[in-house]
């Protein structure tokens, strides 16, 4: 994290980012670049939407606003990209990236489909070594990290089940089924592969009776069952408008016992008769710390010169998933994943 006495601008050998998409979350991602991380700085901002760029480098010292992701990496003051635009405009972003051999961070999903997210990998594949971290914060986060090391450690037995739970306050304008799986439940789907070391070999999705809060077009929510290598099973309720808080939840059932993550509320207040805490609200406040590890591990890792974190395999392998899950949704059937061989490149 920033070091005393740092100050603006990450020091004279610091990493320059071209932040791409500067909405809910590049807005962030630029801001904890610009404030909280060490060792890098923003230099260029690039959006579609030219006042918003405009707008956001405004508030950065020595950072240019772009409409072309190819013009700000060219321009000679980028040597690394974070991309956080839509899902579907990640698969160009990278491929300009990875013809100029530039390190990337990009927000998960890596693309909302296989064959897409097959020809990133591809794309570095042919580069020879990694360049691209996804975005699968929750790697980061301190309860998964524990919930981790104590399955790894054996202090469960051998894992059964994952009961988990997806819960946003509202959906914005826009979101589809298919974002349920390509967005939401693709946290869940890359956190059972790190969490069990395995792959999901098959989804199936029930939905009950939608909410009344349900936008129309919308069966919400959902339950997704993830099938594994192993032979575990991982069931995830997703209720993006539930309404009243940003809830994820994760409990692992082993063979010898269970722990549960999600539940910490921070400050429990007794007052006026009754005792509890606040729900977080969206995931800028729940995961901050996490996404600020990310963030710095990202900036860390490409100032040696090397690609760490959650790779392009886990992002296809995560792409392949949903696609089978959103084919489930739609057809109601158990649906099979179909994986393409491992590239020795990703271990
Ligand atoms: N890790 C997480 O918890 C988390 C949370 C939220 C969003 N995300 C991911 O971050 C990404 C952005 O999501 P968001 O919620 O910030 O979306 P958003 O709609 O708030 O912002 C997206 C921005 O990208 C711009 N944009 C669209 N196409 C572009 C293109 N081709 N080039 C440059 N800019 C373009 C839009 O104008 C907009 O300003 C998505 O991949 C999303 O899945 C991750
Ligand atoms: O893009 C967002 C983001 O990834 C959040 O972490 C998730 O909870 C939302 O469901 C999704 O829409």
């Not at 020595?62 to 013009?71: E, H, K, L, Q």
């Not at 069952?225 to 059932?253: H, I, R, W």
């Not at 649906?335 to 590239?343: D, F, G, I, N």
């Amino acid at each position: 994290m920033k070091h005393e006495g740092e100050g603006v601008g990450g020091g004279a050998d610091a990493l320059r980012v071209a932040v791409i998409g500067t909405g809910r979350m590049g807005s962030d991602h630029v801001r904890r670049l610009d404030r909280v991380i060490s060792g890098a700085r923003v230099s260029a901002v690039i959006d579609v939407d030219g006042g918003r760029a405009e707008r956001i480098a405004d508030g950065v010292p020595g950072c240019t606003a772009y409409t072309d992701a190819a013009a700000a990496m060219d321009a000679g003051d980028v040597n690394a990209v974070l991309i956080a635009s839509p899902g579907p405009a990640h698969e160009a972003a990278l491929l300009a990236a990875f013809a100029r051999d530039l390190p990337v961070l990009c927000e998960k999903p890596l693309t909302p489909g296989a064959e897409s997210a097959l020809r990133v990998m591809e794309a570095e594949v042919k580069l020879g070594h990694r360049r691209a971290q996804v975005g699968f914060m929750r790697r980061y986060d301190t309860e998964y990290l524990q919930l981790k090391a104590l399955l790894d450690g054996g202090g469960l037995g051998r894992a059964l089940m994952l009961h988990c739970r997806h819960r946003n306050v509202a959906t914005p304008p826009g979101f589809t089924e298919a974002m349920m799986i390509n967005d939401s439940v693709v946290h869940e789907i890359d956190a059972t592969r790190w969490l069990l070391g395995q792959e999901i070999t098959a989804v199936s999705v029930v939905k009950p009776a939608p909410s009344s809060a349900a936008p129309d077009g919308l069966s919400d929510p959902q339950l997704v069952l993830l099938e594994t290598s192993g032979g575990a099973l991982a069931d995830v309720e997703v209720f993006v408008n539930c309404g009243f808080g940003y809830q994820v939840q994760c409990e692992a059932v082993g063979e010898r016992g269970s722990a549960r993550l999600g539940d910490a509320h921070g400050l429990y207040v007794n007052a006026a008769g009754r005792w509890g805490g606040a729900v977080a609200q969206d995931y800028v406040d729940r995961f901050r710390e996490a996404y600020d590890r990310e963030v710095q591990h990202w900036v860390d890792a490409a100032r040696r010169g090397v690609t760490e974190g959650p790779s392009v395999w886990d992002g296809y392998a995560a792409a392949a998933v949903c696609e089978a899950g959103v084919r489930a949704q739609t057809s109601g059937a158990r649906t099979e994943v179909t994986l393409t061989a491992r590239p020795p490149m990703y271990g």
